[in-house]
């Protein structure tokens, strides 16, 4: 038997008694994206550009409130987490310059977790490239690197950036995204993954741009590892694997037309350019762009503004002092001027177009560049360098491949490249949920399906609603686990992001305490994880500096489980604006608010039935009072039964929330050992001590409170025989509450069906 907690066999995670293991995970944490000290959310634009002073030392959190943290999260039920940390971190102060204490608070950091039994795999995380292209991950030295001056992003719109945006309070909700296709990110991508073949002038310290962006990048991340490595605790327990990278992006590769917007690009918000405008605006020349927006049946084009940087360029001026950061630039690469021009993909001094489809083809054999050619050869090659460098240090750990985005997968399937260690690592979200931040139950849209073109026309993937919806979200999921399984081979698939804006209707349940549309959209999600048989997910996202003003303090994005501002209510609950609540009994996505016949269970009750702030005492789910608790919203989505460890296979397992009703279905090869049985975690809010009716086709169970480490978990045990056994479990059916409750909201409800019809 392999000594290992956690290993793979074939598309199963087992543990050292061979018992399946679901990896029920969070990420930890989105306020790692930005520096501790200064401590510098996205709204905070003072001394935004001393990116070389900065520490991350306290983040997800400090080490003296690290147990209070862990405590809470495996009471919630959570054996997974998934480990935020940005190259940034590492290597902020300049190339070759590594920050050691906050490498030690890391791992102090991990060894708190260890205590708590997790398994945690290690994230490089990044959006857009970098903070100071509006989002999160590489230290600000390599955009100089790269030529690029980040003082002028703004007027340029080469990158929009929060920090530094006028008020930085009305920065348009999930515009930082947009920034994946304006100029900046353009470049750092295709410089990143292709600059030796798109960008060989580009020389710096004797090697191309490529090189040296990979190199400072593995060698930072190899760093942290050897230092984990060496702390001589850490390996395996709570580390067991390591992240590729964060939603990887191609950048410019696959262009094939400059001047177009490219038909996959499918957000488009604000101000759109294509990819030739952003090359002129850039470069401080004029151009009227289109703008877009996002209505009730999707992006629409609204009009078109005029973005004039007035002669100001994103590139690096020719007086550019090189020398700040030690490096020498090649004499080839001309600062002042853009690097595509240098290329000859235009000519500034007549601002013409020459090479609209330079990107659009390799180089090295001519074939042309689709995604899917970028994924399999310029992903891979990168891919290939960073498991090699992870191994080198770990050779047993797990690699959680995470591709593009909503992409197709690479073809390795039976190649080398098809590790037995390996983990297809996909993200998933509501789209629609996400960018109107309303939860809308009655039409959404299958955007997996459209994407792969399983629809004549885009109106057919409406689907009409809720019961649709959530089998919609089911189908997607369980259709790219499906993927992975063609394209890569027999692996476990995990969803390292999913997730839910808590913001939505404009923050009314902060007003009012009703969070059951929250509830709903959670719970859908939920659903789609269990029917679409992943091997686990990691929810997007737990933040311990969440707060109702600036949600996850970044770019506007308020998806954390948890937040400081979130206190128990009274059990009025929502008389705070008046606002009249409605009920659905009937509603498959159970919105379990506030019911006025009984007030069983309220946001105020419900607080009182969780977990709490105050983790110094031994707490269970179900047994704290008022002074302890705080910071759960629609907790009894995310508090759910799941798997811990299965003798046998999983052939099924869900939790129907409106009937409080949790099925497993297994198949296993012998009888459970006594000292191994099937584990499933029980929370208590929803299986109280006396109210819950456990159902089997055979052998035997309990029910106990165990103590881990100040966090006391109800968990079922189940020793069983072999062949196909079924568990039911049933616990306390509460009121409903729907998921608008004002006039308001009944009345986009309304419009939603109108339109949703007419689209049909």
């Not at 985005?405 to 996400?434: A, C, Q, R, W």
Request: proline share 6%.
């Amino acid at each position: 038997m392999s000594p290992l907690r956690l290993r793979i066999d074939g598309h199963r995670f087992r543990d050292s008694e061979n018992r399946e293991v679901t990896l029920h995970g969070i990420n930890v944490a989105a306020d790692a994206k930005f520096p501790a000290s200064p401590d510098q959310p996205s709204h905070i634009g003072d001394k935004f550009f001393d990116g070389d002073k900065v520490s991350f030392v306290n983040r997800p959190f400090s080490v003296d409130d690290a147990h209070s943290h862990f405590a809470r999260l495996k009471a919630w039920g959570y054996n997974t987490i998934r480990y935020i940390f940005t190259w940034e971190a590492i290597e902020h102060e300049g190339p070759g310059k590594y920050d050691e204490e906050w490498i030690q608070h890391t791992i102090a950091i991990l060894r708190i977790a260890k205590k708590f039994g997790f398994y945690i795999f290690m994230d490089p995380h990044q959006d857009v490239w970098s903070r100071f292209s509006g989002g999160s991950g590489a230290p600000m030295w390599t955009l100089y690197a790269c030529g690029l001056d980040p003082k002028s992003f703004d007027v340029t719109e080469a990158a929009l950036v929060q920090n530094i945006y006028p008020e930085p309070e009305k920065f348009p909700k999930m515009i930082w995204a947009t920034n994946y296709t304006r100029l900046v990110c353009q470049v750092m991508f295709t410089l990143f993954f292709g600059g030796k073949d798109f960008a060989p002038k580009a020389i710096i310290d004797g090697k191309n741009i490529q090189d040296y962006l990979q190199d400072h990048f593995m060698d930072a991340c190899h760093h942290l590892a050897k230092r984990i490595h060496e702390a001589g605790d850490l390996e395996f327990d709570p580390v067991v694997g390591w992240e590729s990278l964060n939603e990887p992006n191609r950048g410019l590769i696959g262009y094939q037309d400059l001047t177009v917007i490219p038909k996959e690009q499918k957000l488009q918000k604000g101000t759109s350019p294509t990819a030739w405008q952003a090359i002129l605006t850039g470069s401080g020349r004029a151009c009227e762009v289109a703008t877009w927006d996002f209505g009730g049946m999707g992006p629409y084009k609204s009009g078109s503004a005029l973005i004039d940087p007035e002669g100001r360029s994103a590139w690096l001026s020719s007086d550019y002092d090189d020398s700040q950061y030690g490096w020498r630039r090649d004499p080839g690469w001309k600062l002042g001027e853009c690097l595509w021009a240098q290329h000859g993909v235009w000519d500034p001094s007549t601002d013409t177009l020459l090479k609209k489809d330079y990107f659009g083809k390799d180089p090295n054999n001519g074939k042309q560049v689709n995604y899917e050619y970028f994924t399999n050869n310029y992903f891979m090659g990168y891919y290939r360098r960073y498991s090699a460098m992870v191994k080198s240090v770990f050779p047993d750990s797990l690699m959680f491949f995470q591709p593009p985005v909503m992409e197709i997968p690479p073809s390795i399937k039976g190649t080398p490249d098809d590790d037995p260690n390996m983990i297809f690592s996909p993200h998933f979200y509501d789209g629609i949920t996400l960018l109107t931040k309303k939860w809308n139950r009655v039409w959404n849209v299958d955007v997996f399906g459209v994407l792969r073109g399983k629809y004549l026309t885009p109106a057919f993937a409406i689907k009409i609603g809720e019961t649709a919806i959530r089998n919609c979200f089911a189908h997607q999921l369980a259709a790219m686990r499906q993927e992975g399984l063609d394209y890569m081979g027999v692996h476990p698939c995990i969803f390292t992001e999913i997730g839910i804006p808590y913001d939505m209707d404009d923050k009314h349940a902060y007003q009012t305490g009703d969070y059951s549309s929250q509830i709903a959209a959670m719970d859908a999600n939920h659903f789609a994880l269990e029917e679409s048989k992943a091997n686990g997910y990691t929810l997007w996202t737990y933040v311990a500096t969440n707060n109702h003003t600036w949600g996850d303090n970044w770019n506007g994005e308020d998806l954390s489980i948890y937040s400081l501002d979130d206190t128990p209510l009274p059990m009025s609950g929502f008389s705070n604006n008046n606002s009249r609540v409605s009920f659905d009994r009937n509603s498959p996505s159970y919105s379990q608010a506030q019911s006025s016949e009984t007030l069983s269970v309220s946001p105020g009750n419900l607080k009182r039935s969780l977990t709490g702030d105050n983790m110094s005492a031994k707490s269970s789910i179900g047994q704290l009072n008022d002074a302890d608790v705080k910071g759960l919203r629609a907790a009894e989505a995310f508090v759910r039964p799941t798997p811990v460890a299965t003798h046998g296979d999983i052939s099924s397992f869900g939790f129907d929330l409106r009937n409080c009703t949790f099925k497993l279905a297994l198949s296993a090869s012998s009888s459970t050992p006594e000292d191994a049985p099937t584990v499933v975690y029980l929370p208590e809010f929803h299986f109280p001590t006396g109210q819950t009716n456990v159902e089997v086709n055979g052998g035997k169970w309990k029910i106990s409170n165990e103590e881990q480490n100040d966090a006391v978990i109800q968990m079922l045990r189940w020793w069983h025989a072999e062949g196909d056994q079924t568990l039911t479990v049933k616990g306390v059916v509460r009121k409903q509450g729907a998921a608008f409750g004002t006039e308001e909201d009944e009345g986009y409800l309304q419009q939603c069906q109108r339109q949703a019809c007419t689209v049909m």
